[in-house]
């Protein structure tokens, strides 16, 4: 009883926790059907822990599954890196070749030159989907390893040419072949990858 009390709280959570993430992104209708099945289980758990009140260890594990859904929640929707996320970049250097280096790579990149306390800085905006958001940074921070960043996710989107570029693919194609490089991934798994 115990276990089946803990695993049906951990499985609400964590559906309630991706609900929650989807209903923000714009997703309603795959959250619509995920809240259905989160308020079966919960109903299904809840039931079973009021039937047996007097059972503390039913108790604890109604508590500890709710602390492990959390956890495991965001474990998953770190996983799915759904939407986009926005870097702000800015160079002491004006002089280095960031924005071709970063389109190369298939990133949307808007830059302008800027000037900060100790002088002149180039600053950079660039999207990029959640998903290489940290390839991002290291690629940012091998061309310029003092470069100032701050991240944020865009609540919207609309029109423009960040869009379109990031979706063709560049960005997926570049990661492959920087893991493909340093022997991170074997080809077998990239070509699989890629496929899907």
Not at 114 to 132: E, F, N, T, V
Request: charged share 20%; hydrophobic share 40%.
């Amino acid at each position: 009883m115990v276990a089946i009390i803990m695993a049906i709280n951990i499985i609400y959570v964590s559906l309630s926790t991706l609900r929650v993430i989807l209903t923000l992104k714009g997703r309603r209708y795959i959250a619509a059907v995920i809240g259905t099945i989160e308020i079966i289980i919960y109903t299904l758990g809840l039931g079973l822990v009021l039937d047996n009140l007097g059972e503390i260890q039913n108790l604890v594990a109604y508590g500890l599954g709710y602390g492990i859904g959390v956890i495991s929640g965001s474990i998953i929707e770190e996983k799915l890196a759904l939407g986009y996320t926005t870097v702000n970049v800015i160079s002491s250097n004006p002089d280095i070749t960031f924005t071709k280096q970063l389109r190369e790579k298939g990133y949307g990149v808007t830059s302008w030159y800027a000037y900060g306390m100790d002088g002149d800085r180039l600053a950079l905006q660039i999207l990029s989907p959640r998903k290489y958001e940290l390839h991002l940074y290291e690629t940012i921070k091998s061309i310029d390893p003092k470069a100032f960043i701050i991240a944020y996710e865009p609540k919207q989107i609309h029109g423009g040419f960040w869009v379109k570029q990031v979706k063709k693919g560049k960005i997926v194609r570049s990661v492959e072949k920087e893991k493909e490089q340093s022997g991170e991934v074997p080809k077998e798994e990239n070509i699989s990858s890629r496929e899907q």
